[in-house]
């Protein structure tokens, strides 16, 4: 496989960060290509959107399993393992099934530090034939980071790694 690894998109005006985000959703379609492997792609996912976009400081996914979350492949800091649906913004993304976008996270009841650095944060749920397999979570150490732009962006290359990905 040849991939350029992408380099650090621009998202400094609404315009630019429309046309990243495009471009984000094209390099996880040629990412993919030819492999469907849960983790493997998951890991990928992870390490593409970590080293693209800029102001990150964790990107990755935590596993729905019964009642809680469980950690899985992701790019930062080593981070708490286990999330019961009821707490922090992934739980409340688990729970409810829809976006969660945080511009100060510390003004979220219940937000879980995993680093002291994260000041905003943004999860979006991962659906496969309409059920929850995991959350997509990331922080940034900045306040006000993510806006809908983001939301919306992520929720298209989330929409690409579904399709590409066969789930155990
Ligand atoms: N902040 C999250 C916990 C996961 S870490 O940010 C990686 C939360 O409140 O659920």
């Known amino acids: 496989m040849s991939f350029e690894p992408a380099p650090s998109l621009d998202m400094s005006t609404p315009e630019a960060k429309r046309e990243s985000y495009g471009l984000l ?6 990412l993919f290509e030819g492999e ?15 080293n693209a976009v800029p102001e990150l400081n964790w990107a990755g996914f ?3 399993r019964a009642e809680e979350l469980v950690l899985g492949p992701f790019q ?10 009821e707490r922090g913004v992934c739980g409340a993304c688990a729970r409810t099934q ?18 002291s650095a994260s000041q905003s944060e943004l999860v979006l749920p991962v659906l496969v034939n309409g059920q929850l397999r995991a959350v997509f979570d990331l922080d ?19 929409d690409v790694l ?7």
């Open 25 to 30: 959703v094209a390099q996880a379609r040629s």
């Open 140 to 158: 940034s150490p900045v306040l006000g980071r993510f806006d809908k732009e983001d939301a919306l962006g992520f929720s298209n290359a989330l």
């Open 36 to 50: 469907r492997d849960w983790l493997a792609n998951l890991a990928q996912f992870s390490a593409l959107v970590f």
């Open 62 to 64: 935590y596993m729905a």
């Open 76 to 85: 930062g800091k080593v981070a708490c393992v286990r999330i019961p649906f």
């Open 162 to 168: 579904v399709e590409a990905t066969d789930w155990a």
């Open 98 to 115: 829809v976006v969660q976008l945080v511009p100060d996270v510390h003004a979220f009841p219940g937000h879980i530090a995993c680093d």
